[in-house]
């Protein structure tokens, strides 16, 4: 698993390299960041269709697992040259505070009824 949570950070540092925008993203990867991935993802092909023969997750969430069977590194990078640079940056920003949140842990959890 620890070798595909690599992979997966990869490719999100790898789609901030593209989009120029820095910091590049150095979070933990767990399966709330890999959900959000997955929605960037998803929300990137509609933008640019670079990523159109994607099929859409199981159950609508991305796991790590899946991330890496569907765009392993090599594939990803190879589609990358396809992404509009315009749609990078938009969903980046659009979902970075997000990927933060989920890396720490905090993120994609419901708050207790008595909250």
């Not at 392993?72 to 933060?100: M, P």
């Amino acid at each position: 698993m620890d070798k595909e949570k690599v992979e997966v950070k990869e490719m999100i540092q790898s789609l901030y390299r593209f989009a120029n925008i820095l910091p590049v993203w150095d979070g933990e990867v767990n399966d709330d960041v890999a959900a959000v991935f997955g929605t960037m993802i998803a929300e990137t092909r509609a933008c640019s269709n670079a990523f159109g023969w994607v099929p859409k997750p199981p159950g609508g969430r991305a796991s790590i697992t899946w991330l890496v069977r569907q765009l392993g590194r090599g594939v990803f990078n190879s589609y990358r040259s396809q992404l509009s640079f315009t749609c990078a940056r938009a969903v980046i920003y659009k979902w970075k505070s997000a990927l933060e949140m989920a890396s720490l842990g905090v993120a994609m959890r419901k708050l207790p009824q008595w909250a």
